[in-house]
């Protein structure tokens, strides 16, 4: 049991951080996993996600994507963007810990638990922003940005040290939109 278990609650973690910042958590892996850190271990076909080219590359592409995510309009494009790039970036991270499947398996593995997860978590992201830009003409976006960027780097961490908790933090996330969206559709009424 503990094969699989361990790397899906990774998984699901990271894929739901990667659903909120595309580079982010692939630079905490790649971090990790260049480093040791947590435990840590890449599957032998994305041991390439903790090169040292990759981690400058991803370190690169992590501080664009957190500054332009500041910007009102750029943010919304990012998002769109994020849309198509979140679930596959989602997918490398979540099959890069499947140490115990093959090459395939873990490939498999990863679009199964991380393509999904951060869809979900990317769509909900994009209605926050838009609701966001509807009703504070995109004054609030930089403050939802840096909420968004605590969030995905605080599920990153829970995930490499906690993976148990992973489960318990998303049902919470999940609260928390679902209360969102109610409150968006009360005011739309009203």
Same mark, same amino acid.
């Given at each position: 049991?503990?094969?699989?278990?361990?790397? =899906?609650?990774?998984?699901?973690? %990271?894929?739901?951080?990667?659903?909120?910042?595309?580079?982010?958590?692939?630079?905490?892996?790649?971090?990790?996993?260049?480093?040791?850190?947590?435990?840590?271990? %890449?599957?032998?076909?994305?041991?390439?996600?903790?090169?040292?080219?990759?981690?400058?590359?991803? *370190?690169?592409?992590?501080?664009?994507?957190? #500054?332009?995510?500041?910007?009102?309009?750029?943010?919304?494009?990012?998002?769109?963007?994020?849309?198509?790039?979140?679930?596959?970036?989602?997918?490398? *991270?979540?099959?890069?810990?499947?140490?115990?499947?093959?090459?395939?398996?873990?490939?498999?593995?990863?679009?199964? =638990?991380?393509?999904?997860?951060?869809?979900?978590?990317?769509?909900?992201?994009?209605?926050?922003?838009?609701?966001?830009?509807?009703?504070?003409?995109?004054?609030?976006?930089?403050?939802?940005?840096?909420?968004?960027?605590?969030?995905?780097? =605080?599920?990153?961490?829970?995930?490499?040290?906690?993976?148990?908790?992973?489960? =318990?933090?998303?049902?919470?996330? #999940?609260?928390f939109a679902w209360k969102g969206v109610r409150r968006v559709r009360a005011l739309r009424q009203a």
């Amino acid at each position: 049991m503990e094969t699989w278990l361990l790397p =899906v609650l990774l998984g699901l973690g %990271l894929a739901a951080a990667t659903g909120l910042r595309t580079f982010l958590p692939l630079l905490m892996l790649s971090a990790a996993a260049h480093f040791e850190l947590f435990g840590i271990v %890449l599957g032998e076909s994305f041991a390439w996600v903790g090169s040292t080219g990759a981690l400058v590359a991803l *370190a690169v592409a992590t501080a664009v994507e957190l #500054l332009a995510d500041l910007i009102p309009v750029v943010d919304n494009a990012l998002g769109v963007f994020g849309t198509f790039t979140r679930p596959i970036a989602a997918a490398i *991270a979540a099959g890069a810990v499947f140490t115990d499947l093959g090459p395939t398996g873990a490939v498999i593995a990863g679009i199964i =638990v991380g393509a999904p997860t951060a869809l979900a978590f990317s769509a909900a992201q994009t209605g926050t922003r838009a609701a966001s830009t509807a009703g504070t003409a995109g004054l609030a976006n930089p403050v939802i940005s840096v909420v968004e960027d605590v969030l995905s780097f =605080v599920m990153v961490l829970v995930a490499f040290v906690l993976p148990l908790l992973i489960p =318990v933090l998303l049902a919470v996330l #999940l609260w928390f939109a679902w209360k969102g969206v109610r409150r968006v559709r009360a005011l739309r009424q009203a």
